[in-house]
């Protein structure tokens, strides 16, 4: 039995999966406030109580999280739930647990979730990307998490938005210190910023990306034109990976991965911006949703 773990800022998630990747038990707690041992002890709770209700022994546990381990001093860095940053968290909860666990970065568990047995089971290199409140990405290779020595692979969301066929892109500043960071221009909040200044009507201050998409549907001309641009720069972005990794599929996830059309436009507008006469790579949407981060962490474990 594997276990998975899924570190949310609201909330922590667990769930137990068989061999093959069937769902057996699920629990859900609210995250406790910004507390370090609070969470250990809690992911504990998560994982006795599940192997309590299903009486079949110890399970093999991974963990995701929103940050990087630090290869240098195995300890959590990046995570914006800020109580984990500087921990040896997989060192806590082995000690917790009484047994090895596997803590890996959470878009990396969404794109190894999606490799396992969601959209992109069976192919050899798979981009996870995700769209959500922020930008970023894992890469999976042979089933498993392609980590790096940065603890980095597949961030691009940090890289700089290609301008070769927008001259005027806006001069946009990032939480990271660089200006005109794809995550701002292509996550939720960017796309509802984008549409603010081009639109900077009072209606459109108080719109997020969900409702601009909607808006666009109806055909309202604003938020037609927002969404034109938000396709035409995540298909710029994504071909800068795409010309360097050229991976089997790319699956979307996140929040705007549920815009219906997206994947249909990023791929109309893909061929102008990669570097091969054709193009055969596949952008889907993701098949797990919002449980391929807690499906993801089951799966750092092999059969
Ligand atoms: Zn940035």
Known sequence: MRIGVDLGGTKIEAIALDATGRE?????????????????????ALV????????AGRGRVGVGMPGAISSLTGRIKNANSTELNGRPLAEDLARALGREVRVENDANCFALSEASDGAGAGRRLVLGVILGTGVGGGIVH????????NAIAGEWGHNEMPSRTEPGLPDTRCYCGRRR????????????????????????????????????????????????????????????????LDPDV????????????????????LPAHVFSDTLATPVVRNRHGD??????AAWLWPA
């Open 291 to 296: 449980s391929s981060g807690v499906r993801g």
């Open 142 to 149: 042979d089933g498993r998490v392609w980590v790096g020595p």
């Open 181 to 244: 960071c794809i995550e701002t221009f292509v996550s939720g909040p960017g796309l509802a910023a984008d549409h603010r200044r081009d639109a900077p009507s009072g209606a459109s201050a108080t719109l997020d990306a969900a409702a601009i998409a909607t808006l666009a549907r109806a055909s309202d001309p604003d938020a037609v034109a927002t969404m034109a641009r938000f396709y035409e720069r995540l298909a710029a972005a994504l071909a800068t990976v795409i010309n360097v």
């Open 48 to 55: 006795e109580g599940l192997e309590a209700e299903l009486g």
């Open 24 to 44: 057996l038990a699920r629990r859900r707690i609210a995250s406790p406030s910004h507390d370090y041992a609070l969470t250990i002890d809690a992911v504990r």
């Open 250 to 269: 790319v699956v979307l996830g996140g929040g705007l991965s549920n815009i219906e059309p997206i994947c249909d436009e990023v791929l109309a507008r």
